[in-house]
């Protein structure tokens, strides 16, 4: 049985930016500990001799030609933008 | 106590494609902010991204030019962090499966040849690009997102700032001529960071290391790490404890300033891109790659030496760069003398371009001309104060030196020693005619001139070499 503990839930939502509550936590924790019990049933499987794969699909080599192709015109980027200034989207300063 | 520096370098260096690594936008330094951009580079929802194939053939000669095993098969993956630079939240890059490993170049420092080698090439995408214009916020141009780059890792074989250096011009050399990339550090195409760390002679631990990043030439790289390396002593000197931090070099303070302190190991949680299927890099693709590779430096200093008739400093001098060596044979073999052809590149042709912002290849004195000038000179037809006038002409307004030297009657041969020479050179090989000429028959003096002329193809100044004749043939009255 997966052990899924709140440092970790606190972690996680940490690396994807996410404020989450206390009881959001507990409730993550839970929720997260099933989701991965389930996800190892698999390893009940015999993958003796089966070669790793990193794809669902049997594909490989999908290339494209390193032609160009036409851009956004920037009044439409400067659409999609939050916000904007001089040509150049503008996002809050990061400290690191 | 002594210590020994120990230093590795990550570079990242820009792939010569005319587009991105996985989408159509055209690839393009200094193009006006954000007009390079589609829903893919923008990392919009639903989106697929494409791999530029000639971004793989790219990195796969890059790997081979650097001596590395190429793999057989290999993935990309997702490494992910939020950042303004990077809109999808994520850097398609390659983890555990890199392109290429355990190669190595071998660079001179001071006079030796010292092999360092390169833990890893591997192929991923640029950020874009960020200006802090404000205390409150920045701006973003996402031109160069998603522009195809590799990262070139080494081992930290490094023992000096010096050798440092020496492996970025040698590694700057090898993608320059493989044609891998353009290396200019001044537009970003190739940025590199280095890790330091300084150890007690003998102690095979290696020291706390810090990270100087945002070197911006190989000037700053030097002094950067020499500044490191300094601080590092003292430290360790004054019983301190280095600290693992990040910094970067000040140029106007000549110091480098912290940017941040690390902590532990980043977490990037990287997966395989799971919008990408697998390379599988076959033989005949790999042969292929390899034989498109353009002619390395090195084979290229030693066919300059075997087949040319060049010096060893010569060879290395006009391969400096891969556009000077291509000139320099193209001068060559439009018909030049290869040690003239050499002087004049290294020299004249090379100082004229550290002051104008031409090139080797927009420069208006062509291979064709210098080669036309090269013979010229080498004919006798002009003398080389007379070439540095036509070398002017040619370089500044683009004229067809030998048309230029009839045009403007540069053609004589007007040098007093050389024209003496032939004067004196005519006597000795006839005694008959010198006779009947101090005999006083002046009728000969047409057959002395007449065939001075022919040799200089009627190119001889008649009026000096008339004045030499008198002056010549009074010494033997």
Not at chain 2, 303 to 325: C, F, H, I, P
């Amino acid at each position: 049985m997966a052990n899924i503990n709140e440092e970790q839930v606190r972690h996680v939502a940490h690396l994807a930016r996410l404020a989450v509550t206390d009881e959001e936590v507990q409730q993550f924790t839970v929720q997260l500990e099933k989701i991965l019990g389930f996800a190892e049933q698999l390893n009940e499987l015999d993958t003796t001799g089966v070669e790793p794969t990193t794809h669902v699909l049997d594909l490989k080599n999908v290339l494209r030609k390193d032609e160009v192709r036409p851009s956004l015109p920037r009044t439409e980027v400067e659409r999609l933008a939050p916000d904007w200034e001089d040509g150049q989207v503008r996002v809050p300063a990061v400290f690191e | 106590m002594n210590f020994e520096t120990v230093i590795g370098i990550e570079v990242h260096a820009e792939l010569n494609t005319n587009t991105k690594m996985f989408c159509g936008c055209a690839r393009e330094y200094g193009a006006e902010t954000n007009t390079k951009t589609c829903p893919i580079c923008l990392g919009h929802p639903g989106v697929l991204p494409m791999v530029n194939e000639k971004a793989v053939e790219l990195a796969v000669r890059a790997a081979m030019a650097l001596n590395c095993h190429v793999a057989d098969q290999t993935k990309f993956d997702r490494k992910n962090y939020f950042y303004p630079d990077t809109p999808k939240a994520y850097q398609i890059s390659q983890f555990d499966q890199p392109i290429g490993f355990d190669g190595f170049i071998d660079a001179e420092v001071d006079g030796e040849t010292k092999r360092f080698r390169i833990e890893r090439v591997h192929l991923e995408e640029d950020a874009g690009k960020m200006n802090h214009t404000g205390a409150n916020h920045s701006v973003v141009d996402f031109n160069r997102t998603g522009a195809p780059l590799i990262e070139i890792v080494s081992e930290a074989d490094m023992r000096s700032p010096k050798e440092a250096v020496a492996y970025l011009e040698r590694l700057k050399e090898v993608l320059q001529y493989a044609g891998v990339s353009d290396v200019k550090m001044e537009e970003g195409s190739l940025r590199c960071d280095c890790n330091i760390s300084v150890r007690p002679y003998g102690q095979e631990k290696f020291g706390t290391k810090t990270e100087l990043k945002n070197l911006n030439s190989f000037g700053n790289v030097l002094k950067g790490l020499e500044f490191e390396e300094d601080r590092h002593r003292k430290l360790l000197l004054a019983g301190g404890v280095m600290r693992q931090e990040t910094l970067r070099f000040d140029e106007t303070k000549k110091q480098t300033v912290l940017m941040r302190v690390k902590e532990g190991a980043s977490d990037y949680r990287y997966f395989p891109e799971p919008d990408l299927v697998k390379l599988v890099l076959d033989k005949d693709w790999k042969e292929a790659i390899r034989a498109a590779i353009p002619e390395l430096p090195d084979a290229r200093r030693v066919r300059y030496q075997e087949t040319l008739g060049l010096s060893a400093y010569d060879a290395k001098q006009l391969t400096v760069t891969r556009e000077m060596a291509e000139y320099f044979e193209a001068t060559v073999a439009a018909g030049a003398e290869p040690k003239a052809a050499a002087n004049w590149t290294v020299g004249e042709v090379q100082g004229h371009l550290n002051k104008s912002s031409e090139t080797f290849e927009t420069i208006k004195l062509t291979p064709a001309r210098l080669a036309e000038m090269i013979e010229l000179i080498a004919g006798g037809t002009i003398s080389s104060k007379i070439a540095k006038q036509v070398f002017a002409a040619t370089i500044e307004q683009g004229v067809e030196p030998r048309q230029y030297v009839e045009e403007q009657g540069l053609a004589q041969i007007s040098d007093e020693g050389l024209l003496r020479g032939l004067v004196v050179e005519m006597f000795e090989a006839n005694p008959a005619v010198v006779e009947e000429l101090v005999g006083g028959r002046d009728r000969k003096k047409g057959f002395v001139i007449g065939q001075i002329m022919k040799k200089t193809k009627g190119m001889a100044n008649p009026a000096l070499l008339d004045q030499l004749f008198h002056e010549e043939l009074e010494k033997l009255k």
